[in-house]
């Protein structure tokens, strides 16, 4: 047995050896192979190729042998008595060979590594994605490169058994890299692949909602990721526009579980990702937002990763829930310190404000009870409520305002004094957080209010004793 053990540890380091003593082409001779059409001695030449290689072979076959056309390129130019003269471009590449037979030798040369086309594919699907988010127009010699890039991962797909749905040790398959690259083109060359014929029967392309294409957009990794959440979280906002042109019209749903992740994200400002999830499809000339997504939650949620664009987007869509007699988000802002929001909040809807709400933090039941801090407020629930209800409290905006912020505080005392009557007023300044910063601030507002009062034809307030001073 240890004769054995000792002969096998012998075979193996002769083969390690072996491997080193063998002496592979370099990257440079198979390139010479490539341009000077020399077939024979690149299927024969000992290869150890990585990624970066491989997309150095990949781009030089495609601009040594271009695809084949009925004519060569023209070329057009005046002679000297000013007749045009046409003379056919001669083909680059030599006449026996075409591309479709490199790219064929350069798959044949991956073959014994089981993972290097899918390597060669994610390589090529992170250029993609590259050149599509660079901001400005690419050159001529880029501009080629990434045509380059859609043709080889259009060739490897094409012929590579079931490539384009095949996950990996993650879960992911290729749409997953796709969208993690914001790679457009990938998507739709990875989905050329998918048999239009057998889910779409009677269409040259793919239907809106297609279930096969919604499978393959929608399946989670080990990390619970699709490739429309990818899209989303990395701020890929064209890629989740087209992905959600090819699901069609979403359920209201799933489009808050994405929202929550766009508002969440911190990969960046999301807004048009927003757009995108919101626009009603299939979108016309002029685009439509939904108005069965919104909830007071989802406003929430973006108060509380506040970004001013996004949170005047939401709230112009959100008409419906901001009209509801239900609508407390000015309390819960203002309960979290959320300034700005809070600011915006009063400026645009001022009514808010008026209404008597249950503490953010509150848990409805019988004989529950709510407290702030280690304070304990009674307020009068406004209009009409259920016995339940009415042994439960209601706050005004002011008994959630914890004081840091002068300007709001400003702020929400003027807007009740320009909203209420004197005979409502006392329910929203009571309390003892309410009363300390009326006694504050009070006087200085009555000022404001009294003018505003006097066009009305009410009495002076600076001549009044208001019961919480």
């Known amino acids: ?49 990585n990624n970066e290689d491989r997309l150095r072979l990949g781009e030089a076959i495609i601009d040594r042998y271009p695809e084949e056309q009925d004519e060569g390129p023209v070329n057009r130019e005046d002679d000297e008595e000013g007749q045009e003269t046409v003379l ?16 064929e030798l350069l798959l044949e040369a991956l073959s014994p590594d089981p993972r290097a086309r899918r390597n060669l594919a994610e390589e090529l699907i992170k250029k993609i994605g590259q050149g599509e988010m660079r901001q400005a127009p690419l050159d001529k010699q880029s501009a080629a490169q990434q045509f380059s890039h859609y043709q080889i991962l259009k060739y ?47 269409h040259t392309d793919h239907v809106s909602g297609c279930q096969v294409v919604t499978r393959l957009l929608t ?26 042109n090819l699901l069609g019209n979403v359920g209201p749903q799933e489009i808050r579980k994405f929202l929550r992740k766009a508002i969440t994200s911190s990969s ?17 000339t002029e685009k439509e937002h939904r108005t069965d997504v919104l909830e007071q939650d989802i406003l929430q949620l973006a108060a509380k990763h506040f970004n001013s664009e996004v949170f005047e987007f939401l709230l112009s869509v ?28 009063l400026k645009k809807f001022p009514d808010l404000s ?6 953010p933090d509150h848990v409805s039941g019988p004989g529950s009870s709510t407290i702030i801090g280690e304070q304990r407020f009674t307020v009068l629930a406004q209009g009409l409520t259920s016995s339940a209800e009415g042994d439960e409290e209601k706050f005004p905006v002011l008994a959630l305002y914890n004081g840091e912020d002068t300007e709001l505080r400003d702020i929400i005392f003027e807007t009740l004094m320009q909203r209420l009557p004197i005979s409502e007023l006392r329910e929203h300044l009571g309390g003892q957080t309410c009363k ?23 009495r002076d307030l600076t001549r009044c004793h208001h019961p919480s001073l």
């Open 268 to 284: 960046g400002n999301n807004i048009d990702i927003m757009r995108e999830l919101l626009t009603v499809r299939p979108a016309g």
């Open 436 to 458: 300390s910063s009326c006694q504050l601030h009070m006087w200085n507002c009555c000022t404001t209010a009294n003018r505003l009062r006097n066009r009305d034809g009410e």
């Open 88 to 103: 056919l471009t001669p083909p680059r590449s030599p006449s026996h060979q075409t591309q479709e037979q490199w790219l």
């Open 219 to 244: 399946s989670v990794d080990k990390e619970g990721y699709s490739p429309l959440s990818y899209a989303i979280t990395k701020s890929k906002a064209q890629a989740v526009g087209d992905m959600l």
């Open 156 to 202: 490897v797909i094409d012929n590579s058994d079931d490539l384009y749905c095949k996950q990996d040790e993650m879960n992911q398959t290729l749409f997953h890299i796709a969208a993690i690259n914001g790679a457009q083109a990938a998507i739709k060359i990875c989905l050329s692949a998918v048999d239009v014929e057998s889910c779409c029967f009677g």
């Open 354 to 359: 008026t209404k008597l709400h249950f503490h």
């Open 318 to 345: 959100g008409s419906r829930v901001m009209r509801s007699p239900d609508c407390s988000l000015i309390h819960y802002v203002v309960y979290i310190g959320q300034v700005e929001a809070a600011k915006y909040l």
């Open 1 to 49: 047995m240890l004769e054995g053990l000792l002969s096998k540890r012998r075979k193996q380091k002769a083969t390690k050896q072996n491997e080193k003593s063998i002496t592979y082409t370099d990257t440079d001779t198979l390139l010479g192979f490539i341009e000077n059409g020399k077939q024979t001695e690149f299927r024969a030449a000992r290869k150890f190729i």
